[in-house]
């Protein structure tokens, strides 16, 4: 059985494309873990709102493109995922990369932690971003 993935908007019109394929990526990456998937709510907000639960919870002041609050009990992987849809379109300019390329990187980023990955090291960092590309190239295979 397949985990409920939910997408939300917070103080913004944001209408993400794709929804059940997107879904069905998460689900499969989580599958691919090991792990069972639970209640996941990616919310699309704007900097002022990311900044200000950033503030409220982690006591940061930089402007960043994701939260993620991880719900996962008795090994089943639920979170909310807040992605400033501000800071994704900044940062696919930034990166020459195309919105929805970067807010597929972002969301999945999210996942990636809620399976207990890390990156705040180097060497954690490094394997985070490998793991984001496997996953993206997951999609693509998905989407064909």
Wanted: proline share 1%; net charge positive.
């Amino acid at each position: 059985m397949h985990g409920k993935v939910r997408f939300f908007n917070e103080g913004i019109n944001y209408r993400l494309l794709g929804k059940t394929k997107i879904k069905e990526w998460i689900n499969e990456v989580i599958l691919r873990d090991s792990k069972t998937s639970g209640v996941m709510n990616i919310i699309f907000c704007d900097d002022a709102y990311l900044s200000e639960l950033n503030l409220s919870y982690l006591h940061h002041t930089t402007l960043t493109d994701i939260i993620t609050f991880d719900f996962t009990a008795d090994g089943i992987i639920s979170g909310d995922i807040y992605i400033s849809i501000d800071r994704v379109r900044e940062n696919a300019m930034l990166y020459n990369k195309t919105c929805r390329d970067e807010l597929n990187r972002v969301m999945i980023h999210g996942v990636l932690h809620l399976l207990g990955n890390k990156d705040k090291k180097p060497k954690d960092k490094a394997m985070m971003r490998k793991k984001e590309d496997d996953c993206l190239q997951l999609l693509l295979s998905l989407s064909k």
